[in-house]
């Protein structure tokens, strides 16, 4: 395939990225769907009132979307990127259906399932497009817009759902949003979405990092910056389906409004997407390291101070300091990938990095409920907020400053 014509970066290719932090914004819109409402669905509509049970639609949703970001780097360079984002999308246009006329729980479940599948398949490839477009300069960059994009959206759709079901009820008016958002992803990505593999061989003719020997087991276990990076975010993802499925709880047991639950639970995330497009652009020029360790540690003391808040503002300041803690790792983690590993190799270790991040979902939902249920939904919050700490020790203790390894440096 001809590459002369074909010039790496954000500016050269803005229009292309554009759409891409477009198309994310409603890959993200499609989880801040469920994040506000989902919990008191399942008390109101199906009497479910064990927090394992509630937590299971975060389970079935993080194991599916984990297993679907780990394919998705496997087959993007055999099936190509856009391929991969309209299947995604293609998958997500039941789902609101299936959550409106939902006879039972376990449906509801089952359509989790869908928008796992749908949220691996979608997300991954526009991450992994957009570090494909930008080439090596503007990654942390790229990776903050892309990142605030998709958690802005989780944000500012969480916002109007908790807004229209305390207006209209947790059915099915809200899921209305869903409709619309999954259709015209769809129709934005078949229309005008172009695929990206010929700049990944522009890049690679000229990309001197040293490839992995076996990429699942080096991003996993064996490289030092490669597996810091994932077990943090394994933690992370732990941490927010711990926040996702508890803090609802948490809020409507100290008699919070569906409007009230709905803005300190989206606070949050759109601190963690705003925040983004300015610690993305910071992983570029300031440590990785130092970037991922106090964002952890952030995330880790937040946590901790849930349990001993009632107070709406108290709340809402929580809130937006885990916000903050996620925005500095979330872009740095993807950033960090990308630099460490050769770019034929990259959407491959993305997609082992992302397989075990939003395993954490999974990890998160049944420890902390498991937690909940057996000893109360404090110390709960108690062993998620230690855990994270822990990781961000691991981060300081394991990963090197170093992340780039040449062909000339291993010699």
Do not use: C
Request: proline fraction near 3%.
């Amino acid at each position: 395939m001809n590459t002369e014509n074909i010039t790496l970066g954000l500016r050269e290719n803005w229009k292309q990225f554009t759409l891409l932090v477009i198309v994310n914004a409603f890959v993200g819109g499609m989880i801040g769907m469920e994040r506000t409402i989902i919990p008191q669905f399942a008390e109101l509509e199906f009497g479910v009132a064990s927090k394992t049970a509630i937590l299971s639609f975060i389970t079935a949703f993080g194991i599916t979307k984990a297993i679907a970001n780990y394919y998705t780097g496997r087959l993007a360079n055999r099936f190509g990127r856009k391929n991969l984002l309209l299947f995604g999308w293609l998958i997500a246009i039941p789902v609101p259906f299936m959550l409106m006329y939902a006879p039972s729980w376990n449906f509801v479940i089952f359509a989790n399932v869908l928008l796992g599948v749908s949220q691996g398949f979608t997300w991954s490839s526009t991450v992994v497009m957009k570090i494909d477009l930008v080439g090596e300069k503007d990654r942390g960059l790229a990776m903050g817009l892309n990142e605030f994009a998709g958690y802005f959206a989780v944000g500012v759709v969480a916002f109007f759902t908790g807004l229209i079901a305390n207006s209209y009820g947790i059915t099915p008016y809200p899921f209305y949003i869903g409709i619309f958002i999954s259709i015209a992803g769809f129709v934005m990505t078949m229309l005008w979405v172009k695929d990206t593999n010929v700049f990944v061989q522009k890049e690679s003719a000229t990309n001197n990092t040293v490839e992995l020997k076996n990429v699942f087991l080096e991003t996993t276990f064996k490289n030092k910056t490669l597996s810091s990076v994932t077990q943090a975010g394994l933690i992370n993802n732990l941490n927010d389906g711990m926040i996702w499925g508890l803090l609802p709880i948490v809020l409507f047991a100290l008699n919070f409004d569906n409007a009230n639950i709905g803005v300190i639970t989206a606070i949050y995330p759109t601190v963690w997407g705003v925040g983004q497009l300015f610690t993305g652009k910071m992983s570029d020029h300031y440590s990785k390291k130092a970037m991922l360790f106090w964002g952890m540690m952030l995330q880790g003391l937040a946590i901790f101070l849930i349990p001993f808040s009632s107070d709406f503002y108290v709340l809402a300041t929580i809130s937006a300091i885990l916000g903050l803690g996620t925005a500095l790792v979330y872009p740095t983690f993807l950033s960090t990938i990308a630099q460490a590993t050769s770019p034929k190799q990259r959407a491959e270790s993305i997609g082992t990095f992302r397989l075990w991040r939003d395993l954490g979902y999974a990890f998160g939902a049944v420890i902390s409920g498991i937690t909940a249920d057996v000893f109360g939904v404090d110390y709960a919050i108690f062993l998620i907020g230690g855990l994270t700490i822990v990781s961000s020790l691991i981060i300081k203790f394991r990963m090197p400053e170093q992340i780039v390894f040449t062909k000339e440096e291993r010699v």
